[in-house]
């Protein structure tokens, strides 16, 4: 497809449990960004990968939360041990580069429930 | 994690009335952007600012950089039903990343 996509669409998982949720960036876009939003606030950065430079982490929450990505292609957002506070929606969102004008494309992001 | 202040924070208005809101940072940033989220959708670029002062237009909005760099406007002329949605801001601050920082939202609602 054109756009970013993300797996799953929802996921409904109990508290204790581990999660992997998976995002596909537009084909050559060297940038991909990770955010949570909470019900009914705004985008909170997690962490943001560009090209073969180590990733900026600092928007990551705790220990439990890790990503990773393969070269320039897809990411995975892993999240250990879930807590209720962790449900929010996860967005993913990819860019060409990492100059300024270069716009960031969202995913329709991932619902995750903590239960 | 770090947000950007948002105000209104919601706002019903009338179709054809003109809508503004505005952001707020604590710190100088180097970049603006509004962006729009529709329901179960990711947020949509709007417009980009660049540079201190910048005025630009996309249709019916207009957005300005602050000329003290800590602020943003985003101005929607002669509302429609389909400006129904979250507008959201975003900056980047001046640390050498490109690390974007999101406001808080505001919900607005069209009146037909």
């Known amino acids: 497809g054109a756009g970013v996509s993300q797996s799953p669409s929802n996921k409904v998982t109990e508290k204790g449990k581990d999660v992997e949720l998976r995002c596909d960036p537009i084909?050559?876009?060297?940038?991909l960004y990770w955010y949570r939003q909470r019900l009914g606030q705004g985008l909170e950065f997690l962490i943001y990968?560009?090209?073969?430079?180590?990733?900026?982490k600092s928007g990551l929450p705790s220990d439990r939360f890790s990503a990773e990505r393969t070269g320039e292609s897809v990411s995975t957002l892993t999240i250990q041990r879930t807590q209720q506070e962790d449900s929010a929606v996860y967005l993913c969102a990819s860019r060409v580069g990492h100059l300024d004008f270069y716009e960031q494309y969202f995913g329709p992001g991932t619902r995750l429930t903590v239960t | 994690g770090q947000q950007l202040n948002q105000s209104p924070q919601s706002m019903f208005i009338q179709e054809g009335e003109d809508v503004s809101m505005n952001c707020t940072s604590s710190s100088i940033f180097n970049t603006w952007l509004w962006y729009k989220q529709d329901p179960g959708e990711g947020p949509v670029l709007l417009i980009a600012l660049y540079k201190a002062g910048e005025l630009t237009s996309n249709g019916r909005l207009t957005a300005q950089f602050g000329i003290t760099r800590k602020d943003s406007f985003l101005n929607i002329s002669a509302s429609i039903p389909s400006d129904v949605g979250i507008y959201f801001c975003?900056?980047?601050?001046?640390?050498?990343?490109?690390?974007?920082?999101f406001g808080t939202g505001t919900r607005l609602k069209v009146l037909a």
């Open positions: 975003a900056g980047r601050s001046t640390s050498g990343t490109y690390k974007y920082i």
């Open positions: 084909s050559g876009h060297t940038a």
């Open positions: 990968f560009q090209g073969n430079s180590a990733p900026d």
